[in-house]
């Protein structure tokens, strides 16, 4: 007889499954021109924006004197994507609403969603970053000086955008499912302006979210049980590979190396679907990380062979792969960790999609590629710091490393 209670179950899996799922490329209908290159119809002004037309071109900029505003689409939209072309060369600082209920009040980045567009590689929020909430890296297909293409994909939770046909993030949020699209003209005490031409936009299916997003969901399952992978004085689920020192304190062990050296701490085991949260303690000089995914079977550790989820901060804004960053993947914002006390950080990775968390704050999404989706080791790194002029050893202390493994979850299919 089969055990129906295990059915729900099953259903809110399936739920899970579909509204995590890496965005379809399908689309239901052609581009449509949001902006018919003459004048502003189809479009009006909230605050202090100044807007014209000129050869095809939109100029947009803002009062010098006041707080700045926004020319936004008459039509709301839900589901979509978005693409256009912008010239807003450095120091010029805009960014594009996103499903803004402008009737609400407030501010778009705080409401619903601002896509960033500031080309200037010394900040939190660069071009592409949805800004606050995920960060996008820094890619060499942006042009600063010169024309570029954004792409904005809104569909159910999930957000992706590019410029000039590369991804620089994807990010699942629900702050916002629909409203007006708009362009920033930025608050006043300097002057800022943007040019645009070429907004299309091209609606996409209805997606209906119906369940929690898979961290929710993994955080709070009861059908999995937590496994404790690192026990004080108990290294019996972990093998060291390198030349580092491990010492086994008290209520953690910690890790060290000496200039050149990397060194690891191996699981035994190979998980491909799993919740895996830790404690680490560092410097802020120092230099280590979480690699996940790790082939079994390569002979050596590095970001070929695994995913490493970055613990290292260092050159400030400019950094590429901050803390909690999937390092050349996925990019996290700068100045979430606290180098006097622990930190928690919570990594999950089911199906194709990762996430990471550090002290309670979203820090980057992925979805692997081919090479990636597999069973493979976790292995804690400690390294060295390969920014300073010395590049000396790290110090870094781990404790409280538990794993739900969600292995034994029947696969249902996207």
Not at 56 to 68: C, K, T
Not at 148 to 163: F, S, Y
Not at 233 to 241: F, K, P, Q, T, Y
Request: net charge negative; charged share 20%.
């Amino acid at each position: 007889m089969k055990n129906l209670s295990f059915l729900p179950f099953l259903v809110l899996l399936s739920f899970i499954f579909q509204s995590c799922q890496k965005p379809s490329d399908e689309i239901s209908t052609e581009f449509e021109s949001l902006f018919n290159g003459e004048n502003l119809e189809g479009w009006y002004i909230q605050g202090d924006a100044q807007a014209n037309v000129e050869n095809g071109m939109l100029n947009l900029s803002n009062d010098q004197s006041g707080p700045g505003g926004w020319l936004l689409s008459n039509g709301e939209y839900k589901n979509f994507h978005l693409e256009f072309e912008f010239l807003c060369p450095p120091p010029n600082n805009s960014g594009v609403a996103v499903r803004y209920k402008d009737s609400h009040g407030g501010h778009p980045a705080v409401s619903a969603y601002e896509i960033n567009i500031f080309s200037t590689p010394n900040t939190q929020n660069p071009t592409g970053s949805v800004y606050n909430l995920a960060r996008s890296f820094l890619s060499d297909s942006l042009k600063p000086m010169d024309w570029n293409r954004m792409e904005i994909i809104a569909r159910g939770d999930c957000l992706v955008t590019k410029v000039n046909g590369v991804q620089l993030l994807t990010t699942h949020q629900r702050r916002a499912f629909a409203g007006h699209i708009g362009f920033q003209a930025h608050d006043g005490k300097v002057k800022h302006a943007i040019q645009l031409k070429n907004i299309r936009i091209k609606p996409l299916p209805h997606e209906e979210i119906s369940s929690p997003q898979i961290e929710d969901y993994m955080r709070s399952t009861m059908n999995v049980k937590s496994e404790l992978l690192l026990a004080s004085g108990d290294l019996s689920n972990w093998e060291i590979v390198g030349d580092g020192q491990w010492e086994l304190k008290d209520d953690h062990i910690l890790g060290r190396t000496r200039k050149d050296d990397f060194s690891f701490l191996k699981s035994v085991k190979a998980y491909r679907d799993f919740y895996l949260t830790l404690k680490f303690r560092i410097k802020k000089s120092h230099n280590s990380g979480v690699f996940i995914l790790q082939d079994p079977l390569a002979a050596e550790i590095s970001l070929a062979t695994g995913l490493e989820i970055n613990i290292y901060d260092h050159d400030g804004f400019a950094y590429g792969w901050p803390t909690g960053s999937v390092v050349t993947k996925a990019r996290a914002f700068i100045g979430i960790v606290d180098y006097d006390d622990w930190n928690t950080m919570e990594i999950f990775s089911f199906q194709n999609h990762i996430c990471t968390y550090v002290n309670g704050l979203k820090a980057s999404e992925y979805y692997v590629t081919e090479e990636f989706d597999r069973p493979g080791n976790i292995c804690l790194q400690v390294g060295v710091q390969v920014a300073s002029e010395e590049k000396g050893g790290s110090e870094v202390g781990f404790k409280d490393v538990e794993i739900k493994d969600f292995s034994e979850i029947p696969f249902i299919g996207y």
